[in-house]
């Protein structure tokens, strides 16, 4: 059973990571929610399957997982740009998976849920008026003197990605990696 999983994340975190991805993507997409009753157990378990699997070095292990899963979200969170529930699943990675591969979910992460949120804009047909908004944004705050625009104009609602979906294809993405020698974290670690 080892030979089906990478040294890195382990049979059991392994799995749980699955769980815990398909779990939540299944229930962003139907409710438009991550629910606590499953990202805080998914934590607590992370917690407990990393001490129980290496001891001491498994809690240091879990607790620098949970912070490059926690932190980062939460200031896009704080700043009205991710969910809670989305800070929650992948403070939940961290932990099951430690910081190697939490670092390679974040960023993989970030980019599906980009993908997804641009497939999305292009679906509805605003791709290039939205990313020229947003340059003009961007400009309205870099360059004194130049107009700010709304990100989302009067009379619109902002596109909303459901992100759940994206950390699931990220969580398989790190895994399928890791177990396939892991190129991309050694590139991202150094």
Not at 81 to 108: C, P, R, W
Request: charged share 10%.
């Amino acid at each position: 059973m080892q030979a089906l999983f990478s040294a890195t994340v382990g049979p059991l975190p392994a799995v749980l990571l699955c769980v815990l991805a398909v779990t939540c993507a299944i229930t962003d997409l139907w409710k438009g929610r991550i629910y606590n009753a499953v990202t805080y157990p998914a934590i607590a378990l992370g917690f407990a399957v990393q001490i129980a699997a290496h001891g001491l070095p498994g809690l240091w292990s879990a607790l620098g997982g949970f912070a490059v899963g926690f932190f980062p979200p939460f200031i896009l969170f704080a700043l009205g740009g991710m969910g809670g529930g989305d800070v929650k699943i992948l403070a939940a990675v961290g932990a099951a998976a430690g910081a190697v591969a939490a670092t390679e979910a974040l960023i993989l992460g970030f980019f599906f849920g980009a993908f997804i949120g641009l497939a999305q804009l292009a679906g509805k047909g605003v791709l290039f008026q939205t990313l020229w908004r947003s340059l003009r944004f961007i400009g309205g705050m870099l360059v004194p003197g130049l107009p700010r625009v709304k990100l989302v104009p009067e009379g619109q609602t902002a596109t909303m990605s459901r992100f759940g979906v994206a950390v699931c294809l990220a969580v398989l993405a790190t895994l399928w990696d890791l177990r396939n020698a892991g190129e991309f974290s050694r590139w991202v670690t150094g």
